[in-house]
């Protein structure tokens, strides 16, 4: 696929084919792609953590867990019942987070530039998935349960992004965009 092509038609995936991992040599080759993003004075600020199995299916149970506690007390708890469902059927889960959110400095100079690298590291993984035939879906509702994940992976950092991979199991197609006189100002 030409990479206009790949950018046009990758969509995010929320239903996934039952099948098994789809395999550490692509994993590597999506994370290796991944690295290839910008980021400021070439700080690299991800590290990711590979999870598919019996721990993903550990990690989702703990989700529904952590969800039925938002339902009964009430709280927001925005989509993370429609990415938890996601993550079940997916093969593949990748945690992304920064390794330097803890310097004494991070929120004063590097936290707005690392989240900017770590979007584009992200989508780097996403376009390569897409261009693979893979399906891919950037989950953000971890932030509804940041400490159940950082205690499931064994880590004081944030997890800035889950990205579920697997093989699609929906038709895949483009979400309503604006258009370009709405984002594009000249002056």
Known sequence: MELKEVIHSRTSVRRYKESPSVGMDIIKELVELG??????????????????GADKDFFVN?????LEQYKARKDHFGSLEISLKAMQTASDLLFVYNPYD????????????????????????????KDMGLGTLWINDVFFMQSESKAFLNISHDVQAIIAIGVPDEGMYPRPRKSID??????
Request: aromatic share 8%.
């Open 35 to 52: 690295m290839r993003a910008p980021s400021p004075k070439n700080r690299q600020p991800w590290l990711v953590i590979h999870v598919t």
């Open 62 to 66: 703990l989700g529904f867990q952590v």
């Open 102 to 129: 803890d310097l004494p400095d991070y929120r004063a100079v590097w936290e707005k530039s690392d989240l900017q690298a770590i979007g584009a590291f992200v989508e780097h993984i996403l376009l390569g998935a």
């Open 182 to 187: 709405e984002v594009l100002v000249t002056r």
